[in-house]
């Protein structure tokens, strides 16, 4: 079973950065997409970004382009999302989950998913 474990939330001001990890630990094999999905009070859950750990591949949100980045160390089998400029309507929990095929995670069609971590964005 795929284990899946959020850190690196908490409060920021507008136009400050966060990192998020997502550290995958159980059966890793067969999972080829790693992505972030976000939701916050009253809204729908989005779909943030994911990225492909064969080849690298990414996806964002156009709500999150230009200010969010994915990375990955196979090595460490973690996940990260860098996010700057980030603005009170990222406020939100975000989970990480797993996908066995990248376009399925684009879809944020998902086979296992973290805890979450709260990413709060204020002044």
């Known amino acids: 079973q795929l284990h899946l474990v959020e850190s690196g939330g908490g409060l920021v001001q507008p136009g400050g950065s966060l990192r998020l990890s997502c550290a995958a630990s159980?059966?890793?094999?067969?999972?080829?997409?790693i992505g972030w999905l976000r939701q916050a009070p009253g809204k729908e859950r989005e779909g943030v970004s994911c990225?492909?750990?064969?080849?690298?591949?990414?996806y964002y949100a156009d709500s999150v382009k230009g200010r969010f980045t994915i990375s990955r160390d196979n090595a460490k089998n973690t996940v990260y999302l860098q996010m700057n400029n980030l603005k009170p309507e990222d406020t939100a929990v975000y989970t990480c989950?797993?996908?066995?095929?990248?376009?399925?995670?684009?879809?944020?069609?998902?086979?296992?998913w973290g805890q979450g971590t709260q990413v709060t964005v204020s002044s």
């Open positions: 990225i492909s750990s064969s080849d690298g591949s990414t």
């Open positions: 159980g059966f890793t094999l067969g999972y080829d997409a």
């Open positions: 989950a797993a996908s066995r095929l990248f376009r399925l995670c684009v879809n944020s069609n998902f086979a296992s």
